[in-house]
């Protein structure tokens, strides 16, 4: 049967079809601009986005399992409800939702408290679902690489309690398996969540030693200062959303992102291979 990617022009959506593809699936993609989609040929791309209805409808035909991706903007939440009552009502009930971590802790920080209602909603409504729950993305790094290597600061301010930072292509392979699992059961699966993380803790400090090694030379961490990171954020994005991501900075410090016992190892075992680690990523964009 078909999978429906919704959210597949993004960072972690691309790998989701690439991954899918990859493992012969039958996949189907939701998206505005048809001509910006540049997937294989044989990926079936409708033109639509959630709140157009109409197309929405179109989109889950014939589909059995959804990939659930809702960009973080003004109306997520009400493109994350909206798409899973039009599923439930084209009786489609296998989902991998894409959350965040300890959705359910951050309230006050509206992308979490957001997937934390979509979580909700999937458990009440009974879906067979898959929630994964992605640590902050290495891949974000890329937004203040220019920071590092120009000014010497890493200007993140993400604490040292620790954040458990993960690869988009670890999160993309695990949906995949997770997809391709729930569209192959002979039945209905029980609700799953799982917590996508990076093979290491890191903290500021360590982040900023991590790209002092990879450069030659001392880049220093630009401390806890999540005001000041919000007033940086606006000169170049939305006020709204860099007071957003000021908010998750704030939850980075009082808490961190620290993985459960046995994170990690799951993650591992899932995939067959080590996780994608923060080095990595540095040496590439310091490349």
Do not use: C
Request: aromatic share 6%; glycine share 8%; no cysteine.
């Amino acid at each position: 049967m078909t999978i429906l990617v919704i959210g597949a022009t993004g960072r972690v959506g691309r790998h989701v079809v690439e991954q899918l593809v990859s493992r012969s699936a039958k996949v189907r993609i939701l998206t505005r601009d048809t001509s910006k989609a540049g997937f294989p040929i044989d990926v079936e791309v409708v033109q639509g986005e959630i709140l157009d209805l109409d197309s929405l409808r179109n989109a889950f035909k014939g589909v059995r399992t959804l990939f659930l991706l809702n960009a973080v903007t003004g109306d997520e939440f009400a493109q994350a409800i909206i798409a899973l009552n039009i599923a439930r009502e084209a009786g489609v009930e296998r989902v991998v939702y894409l959350s965040v971590f300890d959705a359910d802790g951050a309230v006050n920080v509206p992308h979490f408290a957001v997937k934390s209602g979509a979580e909700r909603m999937l458990k009440e409504m009974d879906f067979s679902a898959t929630i994964l729950r992605p640590s902050y993305f290495i891949d974000n790094e890329v937004m203040i690489k220019d920071v590092v290597l120009t000014h010497g600061v890493y200007p993140m301010p993400i604490g040292a309690k620790g954040v458990a930072m993960v690869d988009v292509r670890d999160i993309a392979e695990v949906a995949a398996i997770e997809l391709i699992r729930r569209d192959e059961a002979p039945g209905k699966l029980p609700i799953e969540t799982i917590n996508l993380v990076g093979p290491e803790t890191l903290t500021g400090d360590g982040i900023a030693a991590i790209w002092s090694d990879i450069l030659g030379r001392q880049i220093v961490y630009g401390g806890d200062d999540p005001a000041g990171f919000e007033q940086n954020m606006a000169t170049f994005m939305p006020k709204w959303t860099a007071y957003e991501m000021r908010l998750m900075a704030e939850r980075y410090v009082s808490h961190g992102m620290i993985p459960q016992d046995g994170d990690v190892e799951r993650l591992v075992k899932t995939l067959g291979r080590p996780l994608h680690s923060y080095r990595e990523t540095a040496a590439a964009l310091a490349a």
